[in-house]
């Protein structure tokens, strides 16, 4: 058989729609005719069943249509049973179809059912990924053309610790951190708040040197449970310092993070903001922790290696990557990836 | 004991050497009595070897000197049975003490005995680190103050993957890749290049599509081994539209690497750019790859945070990371670094 381009479309004549859609699920129907998307019919090109669109081949026709990456996709979904149906207006029914690019079937289904598996968003390895348009499904084709399949959620962030803390107890705001040099030790030992200054300080006598990071320190002051010579502001102000807005973007979503019960600590050694735990009773019988937090701001665009090198360092210590999208007011919307296998 | 601040300098009086430098390995003697760094002076404070400095007990005196983060790391560094030296001309003996903080003496030893086990640079996780100045052994403090320690080597970079192969094999650019319609199947079997179209084209027929990377590409049409109607100057060109500079950079890397007998392959899954392959007999029989390389330009400064990622995720998958840090003449310097427990 073979097709006429029509626009961004490629029209094939009867009995096409009972060959390629009623028995394959490829294209939209136009009666008995049917009309195709220009991945759709490299892909029945590329197989033979189409010989030809306007005397082009496979090789010509994606020589002369900028389909190459979509078409891997597309290709790869095919065969891995799924049928998938380009997202256009009025071909998949009543799903939306900003930001994404296949409306992908349960395995045994297709656009005639009514029912979908994943909506999916194909990029190249270099493009840019803004934090607002982080759709459901994300593929990834790298530039030695090997996909990689991310599943984006909304995740639950909340948890169950919580513990009586003390008021008031001073502080010495030192360079960077904040040293509380006689501190109750259940701010550490429970709350985990801070590092004791010294192994030998985890005693019995109920009091340690805890040392706080700038953004647990600010959290403490602006409750009333440290006092700092300097002020809440002037915490604020040294977290300016050193890392600019970012301080509070960090700040906002660490301490949204203690509102919902849920411990977060440095992220450092994983190269994230925080990793967190939902519930600590006590320091010496801490879990894994579970999550990793990346804060970014809401116009933040990931680049897809940067989300590749998360979420496979999140996979590879068995923790669920989050990124916290934060705007000027401090909302924050929470996104979670993880590798997917279609 | 009591010290004095002389500039930048705590002097102890008699029997100061004896006491500290000949049995412990602190400061640098001054006929019998003895020369401190402030960090020093601020361990000696807190261990309770030193009454004050200028009257100043440990907490005054860490909040009036600026040691806070060094100290922690002399702390850690004595903790684990050290003795140390701060990196001052003339304390050290004949050790350059340019880029780093401290020098450190093998276990049972001390400044007296002219070995060194560690050259060691102090850096808050914030700090920026040049390219140029990773330094044998990094101290990373995070805001939380725990500490990691990584070794920054000189690697060996060669391989023995050597192939005979074709000339004048035909491509096509499409888009950011060029494909191979009929390439003899060597150039993917034995020597790594590419990806095939379609897994059925692996086959016995002897010839099969690849698609190529640019970068690949490029490559290979300066050796004369595909041939693009667009010319390398092509391939060269499209590559710099997406992704600039960059372009040129890994493609430096990536040449030098094969010239060196190591094949290079994407590095995307791993949010690097190349993972490395020694030696390649045939496809079918890949060991696991052996390195990620991260290409940069030597001016390049790394966030210890982005150091900490890339080698948590090099390790977790048991491969070496390794920076290529390139110039504008394509000249090379290689780095790599490993997580270290001293």
Known sequence: MHGSMEGDTVHVPSPARERFYDNRGYGHPRGDALALSPVEAAHLLFRG???????????????????????????????????????????VGSDATDNIDFVVYPRGNGPWDGVTEYRVRVVGERAAVSASSLTETLAVVDEESEITYFSVDTPDVTGSTDHSLPENVPGMLLADRVVLWDAPSVLYERAFYGQPLSARDASSTGSMSIQCSLVEAAHLAERGIIRVDAGIEGIIERGRVVEGDRFDRRRAVYSTLRDQGVVPKTGYKFGADFRTYARIEHVDELDHSEQLIRVVSQDHTFSPRDLALDGRLAHGVRKRMVFALTDATGAIDWRSISRLTP
Chains 1, 2 share one sequence.
Do not use: I
């Open 49 to 91: 069943d189409l010989e030809a669109v306007d005397g082009m081949g496979f090789r010509s026709f994606l020589a002369t249509t900028d389909t190459l990456v979509r078409f891997l996709v597309y290709k790869d979904l095919r065969e891995r049973g799924f049928y998938l149906s380009p997202a256009r207006d009025g071909w």
